[in-house]
């Protein structure tokens, strides 16, 4: 089992920048497939990144391509999302994820076993 601390959220305007980090408990971190979602109000919960145990492979929503990096440190048990060029229709609360399967691509909330708590990012035009 694992636990998920986000931190790393905050308001910024237009253009700005912003990273996420996700620290996770337990010995068997490199063992996960790491994901970020997020959920802005009215909306589904939806993809936005996922990096591979190793961090080979790195899987990137449409919307984010090219602005967002995901990343992993193994040695520290986090994971982290830097976020350039935010747009306000990134506004949302971003989520760190967890599982135990080899993902390949982007996938839906619902196979994620292990959540954090949420982190509010605000980007204001």
């Known amino acids: 089992q694992v636990q998920l601390v986000e931190s790393g959220g905050g308001l910024v305007q237009a253009g700005g920048s912003l990273r996420l980090s996700c620290a996770a408990s337990g010995r068997t971190f490199s063992a996960y497939t790491m994901g970020w979602f997020r959920q802005a109000p009215g909306k589904e919960r939806e993809p936005v990144a996922a990096i591979s145990w190793t961090g080979g492979s790195a899987y990137y929503a449409d919307s984010v391509k090219g602005r967002f990096t995901i990343s992993r440190d193994n040695a520290k048990n986090t994971v982290y999302l830097q976020m350039n060029s935010l747009k306000p229709e990134d506004t949302a609360v971003y989520y760190c994820?967890?599982?135990?399967?080899?993902?390949?691509?982007?996938?839906?909330?619902?196979?994620?076993?292990?959540w954090g708590q949420g982190t509010q990012v605000t980007v204001s035009s």
């Open positions: 994820a967890a599982d135990p399967r080899r993902f390949y691509g982007l996938q839906n909330y619902k196979n994620y076993n292990y």
